[in-house]
């Protein structure tokens, strides 16, 4: 049974951070390119940052410099760590796990950035 597990979101203050963890199972991780999305309410699912499963990387503009994607393939967790936190960071955060047609998701975590 394929699971994406997010964890991390929460509260945090402007100019705060928060490290976002996906635990995968019941797949084979390290195949996967694997990203994490954000959706605020009343907008669309946007891509945040990806990495490949060689370790390449890709940043939306907005968090580019903030934020910074990685993985542990011996762990079967891809992180998100996010500085520098604006209140337009507010949104639910999903990781997706992506091979050829293979597509999965979490089921996200709640970010609020509020002073």
């Known amino acids: 049974q394929v699971q994406l597990v997010e964890s991390g979101g929460g509260l945090v203050q402007p100019g705060g951070s928060l490290k976002l963890s996906c635990a995968a199972s019941?797949?084979?991780?390290?195949?996967?390119?694997m990203s994490w999305y954000c959706q605020a309410p009343g907008k669309e699912r946007e891509l945040v940052a990806a990495?490949?499963?060689?370790?390449?990387?890709n940043y939306a503009d907005s968090v580019k410099g903030r934020f910074t994607i990685s993985r542990d393939n011996a762990k079967n967790t891809v992180y998100l760590q996010m500085n520098s936190l604006k209140p337009e960071d507010t949104a639910v955060y999903y990781c997706?796990?992506?091979?050829?047609?293979?597509?999965?998701w979490g089921q996200g975590t709640q970010v609020t950035v509020s002073s």
């Open positions: 997706k796990a992506q091979f050829l047609v293979s597509e999965y």
């Open positions: 990495i490949s499963s060689g370790g390449s990387t």
């Open positions: 019941g797949f084979t991780f390290r195949r996967y390119a």
